[in-house]
């Protein structure tokens, strides 16, 4: 996100011993290697909505010419449909044929509309996808700018491959729009995986109950890293209500260390203080934790916007 937005704006029985753990310890987790893979995957086709050629062109296979996103390079893919204006998100719809996945994906912040976006935080009310509930202003007009065309487009690709997943995926901005659009897609009826990577909020309480309880059991997957501060933007005041959903996968490990399964804490609850939002504050940027999230997040963007 824009770096001026974090200017402005975290009884021993017999022989044996029994240890209860504190509600935290039992919140608290790691993940399988199965579920480690996939973030990884899904954090790589986050990283590839930056990358020019997988934005401007569709009927090609999603490509990245720095060789950090192997699992997709691996793959059998195809961009569907591409989405880059000055007045709306970025991203792509492609098809990912060796996994039977479609994913739509949102490109973090890189051009001035995005960070004015990030910092469009009034909260406005979508009571038609949930009753009392309140997005990000900036993040809603911006899903809703793609909404008609991503809408059909995956209408399309579900009916013609109906054994395919489809997982919603953004890093950062990104991030905060997927959280948008996989709960408006769930409303609609599609059945959505949302994977986020240091998203910020992107709305008010209800919208954090609703997104959690949408279509549980884990589907969606909320990744935090360290002390990054865009999760924990925008900062809560008295007289707002800005919340994350539940659950968080958080990455204890530093930055540029390949993430192993003990590495990521499960932690549920919303607006835990268990991971991110519980830690140090860390104002630096470019900020070196919202860059790494399984892998460079900033490959492709220009080095003036990396980590954004």
Known sequence: MAGSMICRVLGVLSLSVVVIASPAQLARRAISSELLERFTLFSQFATLSACDQNINH????????YGTCGLVAADNTTVINTFHSDNGPTGYIALDHTRQLIVLTFRGTVSKSDGNTDLDIVLTPIDDVCTGCKAHHGFWVYWSAVASQATTQLQYATNAYPGYRLSVVGHSLGGGIAALAGTVLRTQGFTVDIWTFGGPKPGNMKLAEFITNQQPPNSIYRATHTTDPIPKVPLNLPFLDWS?????????Q???????TDGVEYIEGINSKAGNAGSDRDLRWPNPEHGWYFGNMSVCAEPSDASS
């Open 254 to 260: 530093e930055t540029g260390v390949q993430v192993t």
């Open 58 to 65: 569709t009927g090609q296979s999603l490509t990245c010419d």
């Open 244 to 252: 994350q959903p539940s659950p968080e996968y958080w990455i204890t």
